[in-house]
């Protein structure tokens, strides 16, 4: 009785290991290659020049990018790879999100 309450306290401890340790989410986007934008929300407000828009893809780790204005058609597939500028009618950054 008491090697089954051990070995099932054990199980328990085993399970509870493997789903405790998380690493920080910039951490996981570098190795599964996703996009993250954690880093980048001093962007926001500024104009999105070609270049501003080109560095920011290249900082969020983005394999692909969508610059969408007010009014825009989008896509609701989610690509965690890709990388979503919203800017307003001035073209001002608003918003930036990955999916």
């Known amino acids: 009785m008491a090697l089954r309450h051990h070995l099932a ?22 190795i599964t290659g996703d996009c993250s934008v954690e880093n980048l929300q001093g962007v926001l407000g500024q104009n999105a020049s070609a270049e501003l828009i080109q560095q920011v893809q290249q900082q969020a780790n983005a394999k692909t990018l969508r610059v969408l204005a007010p009014g825009d058609a989008a896509t609701m597939d989610y690509n965690p790879q890709r990388l979503n500028i919203d800017i307003d009618e001035s073209e001002v950054i608003i918003r930036l999100t990955c999916g």
């Open 9 to 30: 306290s054990l199980s328990l401890l085993a399970l509870l290991a493997g789903c405790s340790l998380q690493p920080p989410a910039q951490q996981t986007a570098e």
